[in-house]
């Protein structure tokens, strides 16, 4: 399944991954302007993820003059929530459409892997979706949700109506989403960033450019499109006016050569 919207400015400099190096002053987080980028591919494992997780974000980078795509691996379809009368893998995708339009996506993707089920999946195959989507789209960062265990979680939509299963599910599926776009990214020699919790190893804190209110604005309109998980939106909305102009962002590695 696969949408277009419509297609924005580009400009800015290629990115290469950096580890981070040095230490900040005693408690002060780093902080930086956001990384420039002619193209950026999101990839996320479910709808949701990319308005409440990378929405800020997602905007900042399409302020810049970034082209922005995104890639769903999943329709969404095991959210413990269903506010409508639709099966969720019928509505989700759509839901996504309506936020990545909000958010300035100008490419949508929705692939129809198995929503906590990737683990199930040959890595092989799911990088060769990202690697596919990346020759598709020509990016020159790739930006995803943090898949350590310190990360802003698997599907923040779900918020705390998600069992334990569910959860680790979520989990699972970021990381081996995570695992697969760096395999692809390395082969591509593309960079990757994840958004991260502010206490992450290696995190460094970013602006969302000279409007961050505007950037969460966006992201708080983006999280209301999606009204199958309209139980879990008010606490979700109440945690984004909590945020400030900034997010934690860090380079995921290469994986290592065989």
């Not at 909000?102 to 892997?113: M, N």
């Not at 683990?119 to 898949?147: C, H, N, S």
């Not at 961050?212 to 945690?239: D, F, G, K, T, Y």
């Amino acid at each position: 399944m696969s949408h277009s919207l419509t297609a924005g400015a580009s400009g800015g400099p290629a990115l290469r991954y950096a580890p981070a190096t040095g230490s900040p002053p005693a408690g002060r987080p780093p902080r930086g302007p956001l990384p420039r980028a002619r193209q950026v591919l999101a990839v996320i494992a479910r709808p949701g993820q990319e308005s409440a997780d990378l929405g800020a974000l997602l905007h900042a980078f399409r302020r810049t003059g970034a082209r922005l795509a995104l890639l769903s691996v999943t329709r969404g379809e095991a959210s413990p929530l269903n506010s409508t009368w639709e099966r969720l893998e019928t509505r989700r995708p759509w839901e996504l459409q309506v936020a990545a339009a909000v958010l300035g996506v100008s490419w949508l993707t929705v692939a129809d892997y198995p929503d906590g089920g990737l683990a199930l999946r040959p890595l092989a195959e799911l990088t060769d979706l990202v690697q596919r989507e990346i020759r598709r789209r020509a990016p020159d960062l790739l930006l995803v949700v943090d898949p350590s265990p310190a990360g802003p979680g698997g599907d923040m939509l779900a918020g705390d109506h998600a069992d334990d299963a569910a959860a680790a599910s979520d989990s699972s599926d970021n990381a081996v989403l995570a695992r697969a776009v760096r395999c692809a990214a390395g082969r591509a020699g593309v960079p990757v960033l994840a958004r991260a919790r502010p206490d992450a190893d290696g995190a460094r804190h970013v602006t969302l450019g000279p409007d961050p209110a505007a950037a969460r604005a966006a992201q708080r309109s983006a999280v209301a499109a999606h009204l199958s998980q309209s139980e879990a939106l008010p606490e979700v909305q109440r945690r984004l006016r909590l945020l400030d102009g900034h997010e934690a962002l860090r380079w995921l590695p290469p994986p290592p050569r065989s």
